[in-house]
């Protein structure tokens, strides 16, 4: 099983060493002779505008939107959410997603004077009790196609009930860097997605 961070800018490290300690060897994807190595990708936390700059210098954005239609595994945090979104509130105008997860996202929604929080997310499918999330001018999710289950919402402070925690097939994001805070369910939820994916080709 072979797992990619997208590596043109974002916690790209942050995400390696997470997989790592999950048990799993990923490697950096910045090319597209790279993306056709791996079977599942991650999409960093970082900044969607200049990742989707990024990604079209580089030739990356419509082969990976390709390899997300024909079912790739993709795991995107925070910046990796908004690219992965259908729909994106707030963005540049030139701004660009990989799309993939039927969903309208708001950049920044948290409000520009909060730039990081931390807050309790319940999430569906993954056992152990609340997540301590932490994000980082963080998006959330407005609205979800009937295709989209909402895993998770933000269980307390003034942001309650906000939708952070989303999945569609073979397709998962989060609004908050569960990559900065050492708690490896959310990757190890998705490794095992990756493994499902592997395993019924
Ligand atoms: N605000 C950033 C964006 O719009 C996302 C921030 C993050 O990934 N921590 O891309």
New binding site residues.
């Given amino acids: 099983m072979n797992i990619g961070v997208l590596a043109l800018q974002?916690d790209v490290r942050e995400h390696l060493g997470a997989l790592a300690e999950s048990d799993v060897l990923a490697r950096p994807v910045r090319r597209i002779e790279e993306l056709d190595g791996v079977d599942a990708l991650v999409l960093p936390?970082?900044?969607?505008?200049t990742?989707s700059k990024l990604a079209v210098t580089f030739g990356l954005l419509d082969p990976i939107r390709k390899r997300i239609a024909d079912g790739m595994p993709v795991y995107g945090?925070?910046?990796?959410m908004?690219m992965l979104a259908t729909t994106v509130l707030d963005g540049r105008p030139d701004q660009e997603s990989f799309a993939g997860i039927d969903m309208t996202v708001r950049?920044?929604a948290f409000g520009r004077q909060i730039d990081s929080f931390e807050a309790g997310v319940r999430i569906d499918d993954v056992p152990g009790g609340d997540f301590h999330a932490v994000f980082?001018?963080?998006?959330w999710v407005e609205e979800v196609g009937a295709d989209v289950r909402v895993l998770g919402r933000v269980s307390d402070g003034p942001a309650a009930g906000r939708i952070v925690a989303v999945r569609q097939g073979n397709l998962l994001a989060t609004a908050f860097?569960p990559e900065l805070t050492g708690d490896l369910r959310v990757h190890r939820y998705f490794v095992e997605m990756v493994r499902h994916a592997v395993d019924a080709r």
Wanted: proline letters at 5%; a positive charge; charged letters at 15%.
């Fill in positions: 974002g936390g970082g900044e969607s505008t990742m945090s925070c910046a990796g908004i950049r920044n980082i001018r963080a998006p860097h």
